[in-house]
């Protein structure tokens, strides 16, 4: 139940984050809940390795995003390239 007109997290968790046409023209769409946990996936598996600082060379795209938040919760730092000019 709402309080004070507020959203539940839950609710909130489930809000759609991402909607996607990838290049095949398939669509992708992703929840908060979703996403949070892959870069919590990314998170953990650049802290089990000790990586410090990670370099990304990725186009705009969900993919790109769920690493800049794993990258920063893992406490690394992130090395943006853009692809584009």
Avoid: C, W
């Avoid at 139940?1 to 997290?9: A, N």
């Amino acid at each position: 139940m709402p309080i004070f007109g507020v959203p539940s997290l839950l609710t909130k968790l489930q809000a759609l984050a991402i909607y996607h046409v990838t290049a095949n023209g398939k669509i992708l769409r992703r929840t908060y809940e979703e996403v949070a946990d892959r870069a919590r996936g990314l998170a953990y598996y650049l802290k089990k390795h000790g990586f410090k600082r990670v370099g990304i060379l990725a186009t705009n795209t969900p993919a790109f995003l769920e690493s800049l938040f794993g990258i920063a919760a893992a406490g690394a730092v992130s090395v943006g390239t853009s692809t584009q000019n």
